[in-house]
């Protein structure tokens, strides 16, 4: 259910065992509740996963034995969201640029997510714990600039926020030997000021 004690409409449980990271039990949804069968017995970490909700962590671990465990409750709150628009300095849209969150505050500091801009440029991901988020826009059409992009979210907020990227340029020549011959299969990288390393094969 949501911090408010009512069910929420999609999500997803997953069981996890200690130790045994690559091994996972998917639930299904039956009747309201989500239903793991033909489990061994084991102590089991679960994994909730809501649309548009953020986790309430940590969750206490589940111990099954040789009995059926029912009844179990898992909170989660209304999680924040962000949206907007990923576009260049001189106004073209960017579709198809990948957007990373990463959460800066708070002790699951850390990844939080992708998104992904659409023909129209617009993006939106939400589900997102409270807090200030670092976002990264990556794409062959534009560059972010130095000082990237922060947001800080309330609980259950929207914020608007666009993405606007440095335009870009190509850069075009040729590989010759010490004859002024073409030389093929040649690996060019190109370092930017700010780190990034682009490459491209002759």
Not at 42 to 57: F, H, L, S, W
Not at 125 to 142: F, N
Request: include cysteine; aromatic fraction near 6%.
């Amino acid at each position: 259910p949501s911090g408010q004690g009512s069910p929420v409409p999609d999500g997803t449980v997953i069981l996890r065992q200690p130790g045994h990271p690559d091994d996972s039990i998917e639930t299904a949804r039956r009747d309201g509740w989500w239903v793991a069968e033909s489990v061994r017995p084991g102590t089991y970490q679960p994994a909730i996963y809501c649309t548009d909700y953020a986790r309430r962590e940590p969750y206490a671990p589940i111990v099954v034995g040789n009995e059926d465990v029912t009844g179990l409750q898992w909170e989660v709150e209304p999680g924040a969201r962000i949206r907007g628009k990923v576009v260049t300095r001189s106004g073209d849209v960017i579709d198809g640029a990948e957007i990373y969150l990463r959460r800066v505050t708070g002790n699951d500091a850390g990844f939080a997510g992708v998104a992904y801009s659409k023909r129209d440029g617009h993006f939106e991901t939400g589900g997102l714990k409270p807090g200030t988020y670092q976002l990264t826009a990556r794409s062959d059409r534009g560059v972010e600039p130095a000082e990237g992009v922060s947001v800080t979210l309330a609980e259950g907020a929207t914020v608007e926020r666009d993405l606007v990227l440095d335009d870009t340029g190509t850069l075009a020549g040729t590989v010759v030997d010490s004859a002024g011959a073409p030389v093929p299969g040649v690996s060019i990288f190109v370092a930017g000021s700010r780190g990034s390393m682009f490459s491209s094969n002759a």
